[in-house]
């Protein structure tokens, strides 16, 4: 069983950081973040690969990095460049490896909330 929780979400302006981080509990092997905003399926942001590289969605390319640190068992997102459609509730998932996709991830976080203005 694995637990996932999820911290740093909050609210900035448009053209702001924020960098979200995922803790977890229990062995994991795949990790990602999603994001669902209010009236939209839930979508992938970013994933990391079975080789240690990572796999964004086309909306935050150049603008979000993700970083896992096994010791540590986190999983962080740093997004730059914010912008109001960067508004969702933003959830760490662990699976197995095979891409920004839900079929591939079993746990879930609760979700922190990101919010940007303009």
């Known amino acids: 069983q694995v637990g996932l929780m999820e911290s740093g979400g909050g609210s900035v302006l448009a053209g702001g950081s924020l960098k979200l981080f995922c803790t977890a509990s229990g062995y994991t092997y795949s990790m990602a973040w999603f994001r669902q905003a209010p009236g939209k399926e839930r979508e992938g942001v970013a994933v990391q690969n079975s080789d240690g590289s990572s796999t964004y969605a086309d909306s935050v390319k150049g603008r979000f990095r993700l970083s896992r640190d096994l010791v540590y068992k986190t999983l962080s997102l740093q997004m730059n460049s914010l912008e109001p459609d960067d508004t969702a509730m933003y959830y760490c998932?662990?699976?197995?490896?095979?891409?920004?996709?839900?079929?591939?991830?079993?746990?879930w976080g609760q979700g922190t909330q990101v919010t940007v203005s303009s």
């Open positions: 998932a662990a699976g197995t490896y095979g891409g920004l996709d839900e079929e591939y991830f079993d746990y």
